[in-house]
């Protein structure tokens, strides 16, 4: 079974500081890795996607992917109370959103 | 575009009860899934649908079952509801080159 691993938290980090998420997955053939945001009582928004090694830049996020170690992570730079929010890590084993498999998310509380 | 709807928002259902989630999008998608989430857990698949007539079973398909009669719509029937089946359900929606398009979910009660 395909599985996706998170630390469930809480993460807690001051404000303006570097939010560092981890997710591991078993799949070694997956292509697709995404990180959604969800606020509690809310539905998911994909905030990153990366397909390839490396680091993928946009905005304060930058997703990191090592398909070797069969790791993904997000940081989060100058952490704002907005960011505070479950973070989910997916994993699809197609190039696209086809069949995600999800992580159980880690929950990421910003102190001001 | 309203991207994609589900109702009904809420439900509390009796043991051994049935009901149909409702769920349509107006994007054109392909590509249709159903997700359950409990309490602190991420999503699982319940079923998803590469196109109108076409459905299978996703991780947690049991006590389920679906139709795609129509490109839009896509609802999940529930025959004898299960307290198991308390959970938050999304509907979600894809097609390529676009992120995957969720509903605001309906949060299911069984009592």
């Known amino acids: 079974q395909k599985e996706v691993e998170q630390n469930s938290g809480p993460l807690s980090v001051p404000e303006g500081a570097i939010a560092s998420l981890n997710c591991t997955y078993s799949?070694?053939?997956?292509?697709?890795f995404f990180w959604y945001r969800q606020y509690s009582g809310k539905s998911p928004e994909l905030i990153m996607s990366?397909?390839?090694?490396g680091d993928k830049e946009d905005g304060r996020f930058t997703a990191q992917l090592n398909k070797a170690s069969q790791y993904v992570s997000l940081l989060i730079r100058d952490s704002q109370p907005s960011d505070s929010a479950t973070y989910l890590c997916?994993?699809?084993?197609?190039?696209?959103?086809?069949?995600?498999?999800f992580g159980t998310g880690t929950r990421l509380t910003i102190i001001p | 575009n309203a991207g994609v709807t589900q109702t009904p928002k809420f439900r509390i259902l009796k043991i051994g009860q049935s009901m149909t989630l409702q769920c349509t999008q107006d994007?054109?998608?392909?590509?249709m899934y159903w997700y359950r989430q409990d309490p602190g857990m991420g999503l699982k698949l319940i079923y998803y649908?590469?196109?109108?007539?076409?459905?299978d079973k996703g991780e947690v398909p049991n006590g389920y079952n679906v139709s795609r009669s129509t490109t839009e719509d896509f609802p999940l029937r529930l025959e004898l509801a299960a307290p198991s089946q308390t959970s938050v359900y999304f509907c979600?929606?894809?097609?390529?080159?676009?992120?995957?398009?969720f509903g605001n979910g309906t949060r299911l009660t069984v009592t």
């Open positions: 979600a929606s894809w097609t390529a080159n676009s992120p995957l398009h």
């Open positions: 990366i397909y390839s090694n």
């Open positions: 994007m054109n998608h392909n590509y």
């Open positions: 649908s590469v196109g109108a007539g076409i459905t």
């Open positions: 997916a994993v699809s084993a197609n190039f696209g959103n086809e069949k995600l498999t």
């Open positions: 799949d070694r053939g997956s292509q697709s």
